[in-house]
């Protein structure tokens, strides 16, 4: 149980595109998604706490109009990386929490996304 | 100085080891502690969890907390070359922001 599939696992794209990472609860139900940045051989980074049916709570330093998150329903929460710029490259990865069990329940991971941008 | 420390690393064992890492922290007012594992490009895959001070077993992995000292540690008995990842401690105060240490790489050679 407490599966957490991302997708996609990895996206290389030119300067400037916009890209989206989807982040799914597989078989339990998420109030509240993370997602979290690491670069090479650092631990995990939060930038934001994503929220469903209202607004992500954002890390200090985290820019929100370039890390667009939305969280629409219970198992699904989306990164866009808007206008992407290599030094936006690294390792993304998003995290829930089941809901559905209580409030004192751990994080699980996905396998994160390699985005790296030309 | 940083609320969680882990000592980086690397720890390199022989196969069937007992292998000890460990975590302090800064804060008691954390209440929830984990050990993650992490292999190389892949996400954490959690391994311990527990909210109390003493020790927690789940196969060759013990976790223990020790709140007065501040301090945790994971121990892995009978180590194997695939429990080679980074180990990753983290902790929070309600279960929503978590805080990790740096993760300390591990290396059990055959």
């Known amino acids: 149980g407490a599966v957490v599939s991302q997708h996609p696992s990895r996206v290389i794209c030119k300067s400037g595109t916009s890209v989206k990472i989807e982040c799914r609860s597989l078989d339990f139900q998420a109030t509240t998604m993370f997602w979290y940045r690491q670069f090479p051989k650092q631990s995990l980074m939060l930038m934001a706490t994503s929220n469903e049916g209202s607004k992500a709570t954002y890390e200090q330093g985290v820019e929100k109009d370039k890390f667009l998150i939305n969280h629409a329903s219970l198992t699904l929460s989306t990164l866009t990386v808007t206008s992407a710029h290599p030094e936006d490259s690294s390792f993304y990865i998003c995290?829930?929490?089941?809901?559905?069990?209580?409030?004192?329940?751990?994080?699980?991971f996905g396998d994160g996304t390699r985005l790296s941008i030309l | 100085q940083k609320e969680v420390e882990q000592d980086p690393g690397p720890l390199s064992v022989p196969e069937g080891a007992i292998v000890s890492l460990n975590c302090t922290y800064s804060n008691s007012a954390f209440q929830y502690f984990m050990w993650y594992r992490q292999y190389s490009r892949k996400g954490p895959e959690l391994l311990m969890y527990?909210?109390?001070?003493g020790n927690k077993e789940d196969g060759r992995f013990t976790a223990q907390v020790d709140k007065s000292s501040k301090y945790i540690s994971l121990f892995i008995r009978d180590s194997q070359p695939s429990d080679s990842a980074t180990y990753l401690c983290?902790?929070?105060?309600?279960?929503?922001?978590?805080?990790f240490g740096q993760g300390t790489t591990l290396q059990v050679k055959p």
């Open positions: 527990t909210y109390s001070s």
């Open positions: 995290s829930a929490r089941d809901s559905g069990r209580g409030s004192n329940q751990p994080q699980h």
């Open positions: 983290a902790m929070s105060f309600n279960t929503g922001k978590l805080i």
